[in-house]
């Protein structure tokens, strides 16, 4: 599909959005210097292909001043999730974008500087007012200077000027959970200026983004939409044969498959290495192939061209069984839904059968060269979030140690023993800088064991921290095999003299069914205890996918009192002996 035939796609199937029901809902409003007609609707769809529901507000041509200083403007009454603020080099300079050299080194300077200041205004005006968050792109450094061959010799030249700008733009904002920058100017590299500028739509509409290349930067921008709804896939479940390596290893043997320096075999290595990059910021890997395990195997342990090696998966089900029903097993194995997958494989017959009979796995059409699979997998923003943690990073090797885990407890008669054997602690962390970012990016994404399913973003769970009444903490989960992170959180309500309230309550899918739940919640009854509170009262909202939290409340003692649940204090509670938990 061409970029024009991508346009029209798009355009259409605005027109076609009607009433229907969708799993997220979000509000987005774009501001801009220059003319963006088309890419709110372009946006809408694109959301509505990943079943969520997008509400927009475009500001007036050029209005993005007046839209975020005025306290009463129709940007703050439609009060957006995220805000994208789009301004041109062009805008931003002024005369200086055609006659840099008509101004010193020093005015120069004063005049970057000053528009730096000029945009953190703005993001200062509009966190006043909103908790929303802001997107700002950044600008483009154009190819033509006026000095031409000799910008590069030329002390802060036009070139250098915004790609200050630029840099300080980003150093400005790179700590901040409210205000995000995006590399416009990579994504004009990545298209070509020739193709982004049109001069012909530019002279006639103020267009600075050509009209057919608006779906790319939708897309582009979706990503924080992704981020910001904490839906990014989590995993990555790949065939072997024509996948990982070429050919059919039970036919063409361990010396015959391609995988190497040379074609065929490089396209192999080189999607593997994009893989292990994603593992080592905290993507699962994991394997369903059809095929002998001993053969399968050798390769994956012993080729001196295999990137990706056991330690690498998570998840390893390589075996003659029904592809579904590995699917299955795996998401049983790492306890994340089907939602949360995306699966790759050469043969289109296996696909097809996955898309039908799970089509809550993202399954990808692949073409038939294999060069195209890395090139794949780097335009997915599938995998987008807003900040890579610690735990994120310690991903890959806490689920190697889980699969430990699993061969311990499959050792051991039953679950009492096995959980004596783990040598479990909790440890209670209350929130701060460090923690924050991942008790939001807890609430955001954990759906199974979560009593409530708030979701609550960064500037929320420091609003919540910097509150005397409510009680933020997490929990930080060790054994034998080694640290599974932050994998608890719990925000309580001092709502009343008496009372308390727990607001979240959730535990990760990694530690689920090794009574964790049952140490935290020890912990917060103590804790209640130690200032005086009678009752502790929780609420379960049920949904499609926190079932197994559903008999939590009533099996550590609550009863139920109307839409609540009641713990009276004056009960004693035992935490699992299996388990030692401290407070930092």
């Not at 002390?155 to 200050?164: A, K, Q």
């Not at 409510?470 to 009343?496: M, P, R, S």
Request: hydrophobic share 40%.
């Amino acid at each position: 599909m061409t970029t024009e035939q991508k346009l029209s796609y798009y355009l259409n199937k605005a027109g076609e959005l009607g009433v229907r029901s969708f799993g997220k809902k979000i509000r987005i409003a774009f501001l801009s210097s220059f003319t963006i007609n088309g890419l709110e609707e372009i946006f809408r769809v694109k959301c509505a292909e990943k079943n969520i529901e997008c509400v927009t507000y475009v500001g007036n041509y050029d209005q993005y001043n007046q839209e975020i200083l005025n306290q009463n403007s129709k940007l703050y009454e439609f009060n957006p999730d995220i805000c994208f603020l789009i301004l041109d080099t062009r805008n931003v300079l002024g005369d200086m974008f055609y006659f840099p050299y008509s101004n010193s080194v020093t005015e120069r300077r004063t005049h970057v500087g000053a528009k730096l200041d000029e945009i953190k205004k703005l993001t200062q005006a509009f966190a006043m007012k909103l908790k929303s968050k802001m997107v700002i792109a950044n600008f483009h450094v154009p190819f033509y200077s006026p000095y031409g061959i000799s910008e590069i010799k030329s002390e802060y030249g036009f070139h250098e000027m915004i790609e200050d700008l630029n840099k300080k733009l980003n150093a400005s904002f790179i700590d901040s959970d409210s205000v995000f920058i995006y590399d416009f100017e990579r994504f004009v590299s990545r298209y070509g200026e020739e193709n982004i500028f049109n001069y012909q739509q530019f002279l006639v509409g103020d267009i600075k983004i050509a009209i057919e290349y608006l779906p790319h930067l939708a897309n582009d921008l979706m990503s924080y939409v992704i981020g910001h709804l904490g839906i990014a896939k989590k995993c990555i479940v790949l065939d072997l044969d024509n996948t990982l390596w070429g050919g059919i290893v039970g036919e063409d043997g361990f010396n015959g498959i391609k995988l190497g320096l040379e074609p065929p075999g490089n396209a192999f290595v080189e999607f593997q290495k994009v893989l292990l990059s994603l593992h080592q910021r905290g993507i699962i890997l994991a394997i369903n192939s059809k095929n002998n395990y001993d053969d399968a195997m050798r390769v994956i342990k012993e080729h001196p061209y295999m990137i990706l090696r056991e330690e690498h998966f998570s998840a390893i089900k390589i075996n003659w069984n029904d592809k579904i029903k590995n699917m299955k097993e795996i998401t049983n194995d790492l306890n994340i839904g089907l939602d949360s997958i995306v699966f790759f494989d050469d043969d289109p017959v296996n696909r097809e059968y996955m898309q039908i009979g799970v089509p809550e796995v993202l399954t990808l059409d692949l073409p038939q060269d294999p060069s195209i699979y890395a090139k794949i997998l780097k335009e997915m923003n599938e995998f987008s979030v807003l900040k890579i943690t610690q735990e994120d990073a310690q991903r890959g090797k806490m689920y190697l140690e889980q699969r430990k885990r699993n061969e311990l407890q499959q050792s051991v008669p039953d679950l009492e023993s096995f959980l004596e054997q783990l040598d479990l602690k909790v440890i209670i962390k209350t929130a701060d800088d460090f923690t924050i970012p991942r008790i939001s990016q807890l609430t955001l994404k954990t759906n199974q064991f979560n009593l409530t399913t708030k979701r609550y973003q960064e500037s929320d769970i420091k609003g919540f921290v910097a509150d005397q009444q409510y009680l933020v903490g997490c929990a930080q989960v060790e054994d034998k095999f080694g640290d599974n992170g932050i994998t608890g959180v719990f925000i309580v309500k001092k709502d009343q003299p008496k009372e308390w309230f727990i607001d979240t309550f959730l535990l990760s899918c990694r530690v689920m069914g090794r009574e964790v739940e049952k140490g935290i919640i020890g912990y917060i009854i103590n804790k209640a205890k130690e200032n005086g509170i009678e009752k502790i009262r929780a609420q379960f909202v049920p949904t499609q996918k926190n079932k197994p939290i559903e008999d939590f409340l009533p099996n550590c003692g609550f009863y139920k009192e109307g839409d609540f649940w009641i713990y009276s204090l004056s009960s004693s509670f035992e935490i699992p002996k299996c388990l030692t938990v401290c407070a930092e």
